[in-house]
């Protein structure tokens, strides 16, 4: 690790913490503009050495640095880090070190001062309105660890006076960033928190890379990962991966929202198949453990006996419980009181789990709720997994059935849908009913889905759907190049995805004309729809000088969907009759029903001749029905063209340089 020296503000390298004598400082802060980093101190550095003012290094680095340095000196510390500058963020390696170390770093610190240039000096720090309690320093993701981290920690003003310490604010900091008092405190060892309360801690804080989410919280947890910016949010699923191989707090599944009590998914309306971020085992951010804050672990034991207990089963011989269970409709396995172990494994099938699960089915729906060892200490309710059998696996008998995680209950409108992925277990009985279906209770190994794939299956392509309303538009670069070949459009054309030309169902009809600006020469693209089905046709059209065109005066939505004033787009009949126009030619129009754009060998198809040809090729925008257009225009006849413009550049070219040489 790099330190500074305080009373030069020179670098200086230790391979660990216990090697600095006499301990050292350390800055938690929030990084502002103009930040001065380790290479423009060493810049700095050599910089004055060479003019000789060398000692002068510490008055010319920022302000930032010198003030602290200065504060830490007055204090007695001879060293201090600051994570601006005293990292070498050119070095992957040196930056993965430093973050996988830096929670210890602050552990080991003599103090570390907390710097919140936001905050002026006051006393009034407990009022609802004071600026310390709206510092940015409590909305960011790095310095979670730095308050709970260090032993003896320094909050600092604007001016660099000190507003208080992390010991004797311990209460107001637990109002402000939920983190318990015992634990700022070390009253209450951080080991002993609960996974879901320490990531609601995380839950209201940013980090500027989505990738900081996760490696923010690596000390908090007590794990070590490889350090990969632009892997994006699979960090965070990384993260809770390593969490999972060395804790077996199960409250690491306990986030979202809980089905509340007394509601039945069975007799509401469920949606089945809808990607959802809570399908699955791992949270896809923080911010998804907001409500998650009262969730504790308890033992396996205490669970299960409280979810048996839930359905009407109490604890006697298996065969007495045999008897009463087929009169109520409720079984259990042989094996229901043997208490196992949970085991959790992340496998490519999906996390591979043995748990108690309690299963019902309503037709081909299949509902469960598998009992995981953890408790809402809120509602002092124990808590489950809702589970649903995959939809390609609905009825199929396998060994290890799978199941995706959360039920989505749509309501009268789409945005009246809520989504459950937790159950209370109390009331499992009646979550799970459904007129007089019977309820499963059993130790079962299942996979779940832990996380969503990384590319989305091939029968999941958005495909367009018949009948509906199709969009399309050309790219902004399109009518440069062709104008570079001498075409120019009639009218304005869509280049964005905000005025992406909008064909409704049925029978309606854009048309595009292009026009050369040197030879008589003109092409027009028809994109329509027939019976729902989205096609297009494009060709050569008889070319008109402008003093025999007929003036005529068009609607503005005309204008709008580029017609032509002078040549007629094909009716937009109901049956897509051939269209008519002079000099059209593009019979194709007559089997528009049956070519459509979906049969394109991948979306292109080419209209003409080898001595004329327009090639038009759609590409899926989004995952929605707006398309990109592109158009070529080939043939014979534009390559000899090319050809003479090239000859007559050059010519010109070597005249110019003839005259100049004269």
């Known amino acids: 690790m790099w330190l500074l020296r305080t009373s030069t503000a020179e670098l200086e390298h230790f391979n660990s913490p216990f090697d600095v004598k006499g301990g050292y400082a350390i800055l938690s802060h929030v990084w502002q503009d103009h930040e001065q980093c380790f290479q423009d101190l060493q810049a700095l550095r050599t910089q004055l050495a060479v003019t000789g003012y060398k000692h002068r290094l510490r008055s010319r680095v920022s302000a930032k640095i010198r003030d602290c340095c200065i504060l830490a000196k007055s204090h007695g510390y001879d060293w201090l880090w600051i994570d601006t500058c005293c990292i070498d963020r050119t070095s992957s390696a040196e930056l993965s070190e430093a973050i996988n170390s830096m929670y210890e770093w602050y552990a080991y610190s003599q103090v570390c001062y907390a710097y919140l240039h936001d905050v002026p000096n006051t006393r009034d720090l407990y009022s609802r309105d004071s600026r310390f309690r ?19 920690l320094v909050f600092l003003a604007e001016d660099w006076s000190v507003l208080g310490t992390k010991a004797g604010l311990a209460d107001l900091l637990e109002t402000i960033t939920g983190v318990d008092a015992d634990v700022l405190t070390f009253r209450r060892d951080l080991g002993s928190v609960s996974v879901a309360r320490r990531m609601s801690w995380a839950s209201h804080r940013k980090t500027t890379r989505p990738e900081d ?13 490889a350090t990969i910016y632009g892997e994006g949010h699979r960090a965070f699923r990384r993260l809770q991966e390593e969490i999972l191989k060395r804790t077996s707090d199960q409250t690491l599944f306990a986030w979202g929202n ?49 979810a048996l207990k839930g359905i009407g089963i109490k604890q006697r011989s298996r065969t007495n419980m045999q008897v ?68 390609d696996e609905q009825g199929a008998t396998l060994k290890y059935p799978r199941y995706h995680v959360g039920v989505t209950i749509r309501g009268m409108h789409v945005w009246m849908r809520l989504r459950y992925r937790l159950s209370h277990v109390d009331w499992v009985r009646h979550a799970l ?61 869509p280049v964005s995805r905000s005025d992406a030309s909008k064909l ?75 269209p008519q126009g002079p000099g059209v030619c593009i019979r194709a129009a007559k089997s528009a029903c049956t070519g459509s754009i979906a049969s394109w060998p991948n979306g292109t198809r080419t209209f003409g001749d080898a001595e004329r040809n327009v090639q038009l090729t759609f590409t899926r925008a989004n995952s929605s029905s707006t398309h990109i257009l592109d158009v070529r225009v080939g043939g014979h006849r534009f390559d000899r063209l090319a050809e003479r413009w090239q000859a007559g550049r050059r010519l010109v070219h070597l005249s110019c340089t003839v005259m100049g040489r004269i």
């Open 324 to 391: 009463s269970f087929s009169k109520s409709m409720r079984r259990l396995s042989d094996d229901a009181w043997n208490f196992a172990l949970p085991d959790f494994m992340v496998t490519t099938h999906g996390m591979r789990a043995r748990l108690l699960v309690i299963e019902s089915s309503a037709g081909q729906s299949v509902l469960a709720v598998a009992v995981l060892a953890c408790k809402d200490t809120t509602t002092g309710s124990f808590v489950g997994l809702l589970l649903r059998r995959r939809a």
């Open 504 to 578: 409704p169902q049925w029978a309606s009809i854009a048309t595009f004309t292009f026009t050369h600006r040197r030879i008589q020469e003109a092409f027009r693209i028809h994109v329509g729809q027939c019976r729902g089905v989205p096609w297009a046709v494009a060709g050569f059209v008889a070319y008109k000088p402008p003093s025999a065109r007929i003036p005529s005066v068009l609607p503005p939505s005309q204008h709008r969907t580029g017609i032509s004033p002078f040549l007629k787009p094909p009716p937009a009949s109901s049956n897509c009759s051939e």
């Open 433 to 493: 009913s459904f007129n007089s279906s019977g309820i499963t209770a059993r130790w079962q190994q299942l996979y779940l889905s832990h996380r969503p794939p990384s590319r989305a299956p091939s029968s999941s392509a958005p495909q367009h759907k018949h009948g509906a309303a199709f969009r399309f538009f050309f790219p902004r670069w399109l009518e440069v190049e062709l104008d570079k070949q001498g075409f120019r459009p009639d009218a304005k054309l």
């Open 134 to 152: 709206d510092s940015r320093w409590f909305t960011r993701g790095w310095t979670l660890q730095e308050l709970i981290a260090p032993r003896s």
């Open 258 to 306: 809980v089905l509340p009590i007394r509601t039945a998914p069975f007799r509401e309306q469920m949606a089945y198949g809808i990607y959802h971020p809570d399908n699955h085992m791992f949270a896809p951010s923080p911010a998804a453990f907001s409500h998650s804050g009262n969730m504790v672990p308890i033992s396996m034991k205490d669970a299960v006996e409280n």
């Open 213 to 225: 989410e996760a490696y923010s919280l690596m000390g908090i947890f007590g794990v070590h990962m």
